[in-house]
């Protein structure tokens, strides 16, 4: 954990899994402070003709559901492709209309 209490993913591939079923693996992803909150940012993994290669990507941190940590873009990359439906997330927990009200309608304070 850095001195913000947040994780340090200095180095590594993270995927995550954000609330609403996305998902996206970044690489060299920080932390950086965006308006009242903290946002996930890195450069996408995936390969060269994917349409977001070259771009940088954020996810607001609050809205993660949960992220797995890889050492480096090899082991990442090992990984998705030695068993591909075990690399897959599991689907999100089905949520009913009063959770998507309150998750979107009460205000969460960032660290």
Do not use: C
């Not at 609403?20 to 996408?44: A, C, H, I, S």
Request: charged share 25%.
């Amino acid at each position: 954990m850095s001195e913000k209490g947040l994780p340090d993913f200095s180095g590594k591939v993270v995927f995550v899994q954000l609330l609403n079923g996305q998902n996206w693996d970044l690489t060299e992803p920080e932390f950086e402070r965006q308006g009242n909150g903290w946002m996930l940012v890195g450069k996408p993994s995936y390969g060269e003709d994917h349409w977001t290669q070259g771009t940088i990507i954020g996810v607001r941190w609050r809205y993660v559901a949960y992220y797995v940590v890889f050492n480096s873009i090899e082991e990442y990359q090992a990984r998705r492709t030695e068993n591909t439906e075990a690399a897959k997330a599991p689907e999100p927990p089905r949520l009913g209309w009063l959770t998507r009200h309150l998750i979107r309608t009460t205000p969460i304070k960032d660290a």
